[in-house]
């Protein structure tokens, strides 16, 4: 298993295929290359690009070193760039997109990012709401109780209840409860929910931001906010996507941008 370093020690577990510029993919919450998204994009991506997928700290084959901060995911990141060769495009969703923000905005490495629906949804929804589950994620951490946990958390974005009821039955749940700490570092990322502003004013790498045409509003929202905040940002929106973004309608989207 290839492994980088990060600056505290941490493990960080990766993989890389094709040939050509370094591109890094990273994930969203509740996500890593053996259950997510981004194994199924790289092998779309894998001709025109070297691309690199990780486990983020705390999740899949990568360790972990408490407490955690969010300028410990970003040296993470920093350790994999570095790897690469020591600059990289880098295309992240969801959560991911913070990280990603907060990595450029840290110092260089980062040449061209593309973020897929950064989750910032103060920004459509107020605060109010996001107050809420935070608390309430760290009340049941802090109890020990993953499950309820993640339960919490596939409501809060959207899932019906009995939805969720029938996830929890699966043998799978188990490794959803493995990772279920790594939720409040998502939560850390976004910081309340909204675009962070005196970051986002001080990257100059060119950056596409993209939203699904058919997420709901507060994602699209956020996405738009996030491309406004950005000095040399790009948004476009994928018509007919959610924020289950199928791979085939973004790899030659991708592919345009970086290679551009």
Same mark, same amino acid.
Request: with cysteine; proline share 7%.
């Given at each position: 298993?290839?492994?980088?370093?990060?600056?505290?020690?941490?493990?960080?577990? @990766?993989?890389?295929? $094709?040939?050509?510029?370094?591109?890094?993919?990273? /994930?969203?919450?509740?996500?890593?290359?053996?259950? $997510?998204?981004? !194994?199924?994009?790289?092998?779309?991506?894998?001709?025109?690009?070297?691309?690199?997928?990780?486990?983020?700290?705390?999740?899949?084959?990568?360790?972990?070193?408490?407490?955690?901060?969010?300028?410990?995911?970003?040296? /993470?990141?920093?350790?994999?760039?570095?790897?690469?060769?020591? #600059?990289?495009?880098? @295309?992240?969703?969801?959560? $991911? +997109?913070?990280?990603?923000?907060?990595?450029? +905005?840290? &110092?260089?490495?980062?040449?061209?990012?593309?973020? @897929?629906?950064?989750?910032?949804?103060?920004?459509?929804?107020?605060?109010? !709401? *996001?107050?809420?589950?935070?608390?309430?994620?760290?009340?049941?951490? =802090?109890? &020990?109780?993953?499950? =309820?946990?993640?339960?919490?958390?596939?409501?809060? %974005?959207?899932?019906?209840?009995?939805?969720?009821?029938?996830?929890?039955?699966?043998?799978?749940?188990?490794?959803? #409860?493995?990772?279920?700490?790594?939720?409040?570092? =998502? /939560?850390?990322?976004?910081? &309340? &929910?909204? %675009?962070? !502003?005196?970051?986002?004013?001080? *990257?100059?790498?060119?950056?596409?931001?993209?939203?699904? $045409?058919?997420?709901?509003?507060?994602?699209?929202?956020?996405?738009?906010?996030?491309? =406004?905040?950005?000095?040399?940002? #790009?948004?476009?929106?994928?018509?007919?996507?959610?924020? /289950?973004?199928?791979? #085939?309608?973004?790899?030659?989207?991708?592919?345009?941008?970086?290679? +551009?």
């Amino acid at each position: 298993m290839p492994a980088v370093t990060s600056a505290d020690g941490t493990t960080i577990a @990766y993989e890389h295929t $094709g040939g050509g510029p370094a591109l890094v993919l990273v /994930d969203g919450a509740m996500c890593y290359r053996g259950a $997510g998204p981004m !194994r199924p994009l790289a092998a779309l991506l894998q001709d025109t690009f070297t691309v690199y997928a990780y486990d983020r700290r705390g999740r899949g084959e990568s360790s972990d070193t408490l407490p955690y901060a969010v300028a410990r995911e970003v040296e /993470d990141l920093q350790a994999l760039i570095a790897q690469a060769g020591g #600059e990289a495009y880098v @295309y992240a969703i969801s959560s $991911g +997109a913070a990280l990603t923000l907060a990595t450029a +905005a840290a &110092g260089p490495g980062i040449t061209k990012m593309a973020l @897929y629906e950064p989750p910032f949804m103060a920004e459509a929804e107020g605060g109010s !709401r *996001i107050k809420e589950y935070t608390e309430r994620l760290h009340e049941l951490l =802090d109890a &020990g109780r993953r499950g =309820d946990a993640v339960a919490l958390f596939m409501t809060y %974005v959207g899932m019906p209840s009995q939805v969720v009821a029938g996830i929890r039955a699966q043998p799978g749940w188990a490794a959803l #409860e493995a990772i279920a700490p790594t939720l409040a570092y =998502d /939560d850390a990322l976004l910081a &309340g &929910g909204v %675009v962070p !502003r005196d970051l986002t004013s001080a *990257i100059a790498v060119p950056a596409l931001v993209l939203g699904g $045409g058919a997420s709901p509003q507060g994602l699209q929202q956020a996405a738009k906010a996030t491309a =406004d905040a950005l000095p040399a940002a #790009e948004h476009r929106t994928l018509d007919g996507q959610t924020h /289950d973004v199928a791979p #085939e309608a973004l790899a030659p989207v991708l592919a345009e941008f970086f290679g +551009a």
